[in-house]
Nanobody, 122 residues
Framework: QVQLTESGGGLVQAGDSLTLSCVAS????????MGWFRQPQGKTRDFVAA????????TYADSVKGRFTISRDKEKHTIYLHMNALKPEDAAVYYC???????????????WGQGTQVTVSS
């Protein structure tokens, strides 16, 4: 079983940038995918971005394309979510997720971290 630990959330102003990190521990190898979802208060948890740790093109939700970038450090079993030009509507709890299959991650059926709060003031 893989355990996920997110960090990097906080309070920022609209237009600012922020980078989230997620470290995978436990039964990890390069043959798994990781991704990010977010859940605004009182709303559903929605897909943000994902990629496979062995490589390949990442996938993004339309709402974050051009502003958010997902990246990985295979040696550290870590993924990052670089968020630029943040908007108040980006405020949410951001969750990291992982699974051996990228499609499973994208559909939200992988294992989850505990989440990290991002607050964006206008």
């Amino acid at each position: 079983q893989v355990q996920l630990t997110e960090s990097g959330g906080g309070l920022v102003q609209a237009g600012d940038s922020l980078t989230l990190s997620c470290v995978a521990s436990g039964r990890t190898n390069s043959q798994y995918a990781m991704g990010w979802f977010r859940q605004p208060q009182g709303k559903t948890r929605d897909f943000v971005a994902a990629m496979h740790m062995s490589g390949g093109s990442p996938t993004y939700a339309d709402s974050v394309k051009g502003r958010f970038t997902i990246s990985r450090d295979k040696e550290k079993h870590t993924i990052y979510l670089h968020m630029n030009a943040l908007k108040p509507e980006d405020a949410a709890v951001y969750y990291c997720t992982a699974d051996p299959r990228l499609t499973t991650v994208e559909k939200g059926f992988g294992v989850w971290g505990q989440g990290t709060q991002v607050t964006v003031s206008s």
